[in-house]
Each structure stands twice: as C-alpha cells, then as structure tokens.
C-alpha cells in the first residue's frame, strides 16, 4: 500500500513532482514525461466542466499509453508540418491542494496551471484545472490519471499539439 500524503515535507514532495511534471511538458521531453505514468494510467480532458467519466460522455481527448505514445512520435517525426516551426509551451502550476482519495493508496492532487503556447506567428494561453491521482511506487510518485478541466473547454480550440 502506498504512503499517505500528511505532513509538510510530503506536500511539499508532491508539488515539487508536479513541477518536474510541467518541466518535462515545457521541455518537450515527451518519453521522459510518460515514464511518470502508472501502468494503465489515463490522460483525460472532458468536453464539459463537472463531466462525470470519458466513456458515456465525449471528451477533448482520452489516451491510454498507446495514444500518449502515438502523439509523442507525431510531435517528433522532422517532416511533421504542424511541428513546422516547433510549438514551445511554458507551464505555471500553484494552488496545489490535496483532495480525498477515492482509492486506498492513492494521493489526490488538484492544481491549477496557465499554459502560455507560441508557435510564431501564432500565441495563446490556456488555463485550467488538473487532477492527479497519484500512487507511491518504489519511492517515487506514478500518475494513476491526470484529468485536465480547460476553463473554456467547451469553446473553439485549434488543434492541441503538445501534452496539456
């Protein structure tokens, strides 16, 4: 059974993963970024604010290993046109609060992030909720599934080339 989050120096350890989470994205160091998540781990964002699971509702994205994988390679094929000039991203994560678990054994972790994203001639900025359920393995924090709440989810997005 994982370690429970309680005292200051394990928050402290969870937001510290959290921004080596969003270095890694920042970073576009995709396959190190997907090291941090468990096996079977899920990587979501709902269409809809307050949307109860992927699977009866439709969601902006909803990717297992495979998926995350096949985006990763996408972003580093050379001959990629939507990579012609390179997205660069630079994350901010803060208010980090901890929830209640709805697995023994879990950590629940919610944040809130600004996403700036440039790929010149082009700027936007993102923003928007994330929520980790995290376990302890070996010593080190797994992503069981990351959850990414868009403030304005339900507006008209371009393509989102990189990882939110």
């Not at 046109?81 to 054994?105: C, K, M, T």
């Not at 900025?125 to 376990?135: C, D, M, P």
């Amino acid at each position: 059974m994982a370690t429970m989050v309680s005292t200051q120096a394990d928050i402290g350890r969870v937001s510290q993963f959290l921004y080596e989470e969003a270095a890694l994205l920042d970073q576009r160091r995709w396959f190190d970024w997907m090291d941090l998540f468990a096996e079977g781990a899920m990587y979501w964002a709902p269409l809809t604010p307050d949307q109860p699971d992927p699977i009866n509702h439709v969601s902006l994205f909803y990717e297992d290993a495979m998926m995350r994988e096949v985006r990763a390679r996408r972003l580093e094929e050379q001959r990629a046109w939507s990579q012609q000039p390179l997205v660069q991203a630079a994350r901010i994560v803060g208010n980090i609060r901890l929830g209640e678990p709805e697995q023994d054994g879990e950590i629940l972790v919610r944040s809130t992030f600004i996403m700036a994203e440039s790929r010149i001639p082009f700027h936007r900025q993102i923003a928007g909720f994330y929520t980790h359920r995290l376990v302890e393995r070996e010593g080190r924090f797994l992503i069981a599934q990351k959850r990414v709440d868009i403030i304005d989810s339900e507006g008209v997005h371009g393509n989102f080339e990189g990882f939110l």
